[in-house]
């Protein structure tokens, strides 16, 4: 990870006891406290209950060490030295229907290669064709921002979304930009395939006749980057079902969850969506870790095995930084 510009936490709650943010409803969990002006280790340790030393050890300070407006506290008091795991967040995603999910896989092995006529056109009639859709190309249609409305999809068993909002976009949807924008400044807008997406509307496409020229290519987009003006999306090609994420100090050591959050807060101030060039996320991933799955759950296990296998524990990841500024 490149060394990042450290960002002050902003201050999320006034008051001394409207500071801690508790990740646990159990009394002998791990809570962050954001320090507000004129806190001391021992006012906020006094507060908490729990031993002034305790605090200095577990976030790697010494007593008397003064404390900024907004900078976060792990509050502890366990006794076993482990986190305990703390309430799990529920979400909805989609999986991909078998064919889909092969013809996203056929599409990404075409990766640098030509599709059809090199044009954005052309790789999106390549993939319709896998899964025997309209025929595109020689239809005299050319117009990508219209591809929605020049085809009879219906005919086809597929689903034609005008202006889709980000939970109407999925993966394996064709999808088409309107002329103008920054992804489409011409006259005929702009197309693609979306392999992956996540509830903040980043996604992972493949285009062709974009940055990497006349070729199939995968990108990074987000939603308001180009007005979308619609997605094409194969009936009965997704499944709703529920993913369980567990917080990311689950199964930590104490000072592993605190060294940890140290670095996420310093990396990209917490944001599961913060981008600086290829380094993605709360964690500033190199995007390649996170192979098209930027979704939360998948930055936290990239993470964690990154961090395994390159350190040993996010302790020693701290370390690290600390001395070089990054990890």
């Known amino acids: 990870m490149n060394s990042k510009k450290i960002q002050q936490i902003t201050l999320l709650f006034s008051g001394l006891l409207l500071g801690w943010l508790a990740l646990s409803s159990k009394a002998d969990a791990a809570t962050y406290y954001v320090a507000q002006a004129g806190d001391t280790l021992d006012k906020i340790a006094q507060e908490a209950g729990i031993d002034v030393n305790k605090l200095a050890s577990d976030n790697n300070l010494v007593t008397s060490r003064h404390l900024e407006a907004g900078q976060k506290l792990l509050i502890s ?3 076993n030295g482990r986190s305990t795991p703390t309430s799990a967040q529920t979400s909805t995603t989609n999986q991909t229907s078998d064919d889909v999910q092969a013809a996203l896989t056929t599409l990404g092995n075409q990766v640098g290669k030509t599709l059809y006529n090199g044009q954005c056109y052309g ?3 390549w993939y319709v064709d896998q899964l025997k859709g309209p025929t595109m190309m020689g239809s005299g249609h050319e117009y990508a921002q219209n591809i929605g409305e020049d085809y009879d999809w219906a005919a086809y068993g597929w689903t034609v979304t005008e202006y889709p909002t980000i939970d109407q976009i999925h993966p394996g949807d064709v999808i088409c930009w309107e002329a103008g924008g920054s992804l489409s400044p011409g006259i005929y807008g702009h197309t693609g395939v979306v392999k992956s997406i996540d509830s903040n509307g980043n996604m992972v496409t493949y285009e062709q006749n974009a940055g990497a020229g006349q070729i199939a290519y995968q990108y990074n987009r987000t939603y308001n980057q180009t007005r979308i003006k619609s997605v094409i999306h194969k009936n009965g ?4 079902t529920n993913t369980t994420t567990n917080n990311p100090s689950d199964g930590l050591a104490t000072n592993d969850a ?6 996420a807060q310093r990396e990209s101030s917490g944001s599961y969506t913060a981008q ?15 192979n098209g799955d930027l979704s939360p759950a998948n930055q936290e296990i990239t993470a964690n095995r990154y961090v395994q296998n390159r350190y040993g524990s996010w302790t020693a990841a701290q370390q ?8």
């Open 237 to 240: 090609s997704t499944t709703t």
């Open 276 to 290: 600086d060039g290829q380094y993605y996320g709360r964690y500033q991933l190199n995007l390649s870790y996170l």
């Open 258 to 263: 605190q060294a940890k959050e140290w670095i």
């Open 123 to 125: 790789l999106t009639a």
């Open 320 to 327: 690290f930084w600390q001395v070089n500024g990054w990890y």
């Open 77 to 79: 008091t366990q006794t």
